[in-house]
């Protein structure tokens, strides 16, 4: 199956900073989403991305399918922004996530 | 917001036990999903399903059962609870489109936090 990766494993902000995450994969995909994990284990949708460029507030993505990864922008982070955020790709196969803290 | 829920949220029992999770969405969607994932981990797929009477395995289905009778419902069932099984059960549901496998958002219920004694 589709391999996954993301990166970084964990990443520590200060609230107001700027971030990337990555999500890398191994072969061609039909679709891409990217979910946020909150701290009370609740998943929810960002983005459904499987190639361009999105944006929903502070938040936006871009997945390059040729190139097989994904980004997700956080711009002027939260507190409420901490939490694990997982790219999910077309066999539902998820990636180990990216573990944000926001720091206040 | 998503209409998909799952009973019981917290659940703990004995080595042996018969249990069965329930997952219900009132979204009218075809797809649905059964994951398992420890905390803070990576989801692994168990069960998902097309619609009425279809179940298909995931990569850890070995364990468990499901059935798919009426659209809106979806429940999970370990026949014999081992602690290995301690564990978050998320339930999702997406549309679905004969081209591929998903053609929109995929909402998680609350999830169910199983503890094998």
């Known amino acids: 199956g589709i391999q996954v990766e993301q990166s970084p494993p964990d990443l520590i902000l200060q609230e107001g900073a700027n971030s990337t995450l990555r999500c890398n994969f191994s072969?061609?995909?039909?679709?891409l989403q990217w979910f946020h994990q909150n701290p009370w284990g609740q998943l929810i949708n960002l983005f459904y991305?499987?190639?361009g460029t999105k944006q929903n507030g502070r938040l936006s993505a871009t997945t390059v399918a040729t190139e097989r990864y994904s980004l997700l922008y956080i711009s002027s982070s939260q507190t409420t922004d901490s939490g694990v955020y997982f790219c999910a790709l077309d066999d539902m196969r998820f990636g180990a996530g990216t573990r944000l803290t926001v720091k206040p | 917001e998503a209409d998909i829920y799952q009973t019981p949220r917290y659940l703990v029992i004995g080595t042996g036990k018969k249990i069965t999770l329930e997952c219900s969405q009132t979204m009218g969607h075809d797809k649905m999903y059964w994951y398992q994932q420890d905390p803070g981990m990576e989801l692994h797929l168990i069960h998902y399903s097309y619609g009425v009477n279809s179940t298909e395995k995931g990569d850890l289905s070995s364990e468990s059962t499901v059935s798919r009778i009426r659209t809106e419902h979806f429940p999970l069932t370990l026949e014999s609870a081992r602690p290995s099984h301690t564990s978050q059960y998320l339930c999702a549901s997406s549309e679905y489109s004969l081209t591929g496998w998903i053609t929109d958002t995929q909402y998680f219920g609350p999830g169910t936090r199983l503890t094998v004694l």
């Open positions: 072969d061609s995909v039909n679709n």
């Open positions: 991305i499987p190639s």
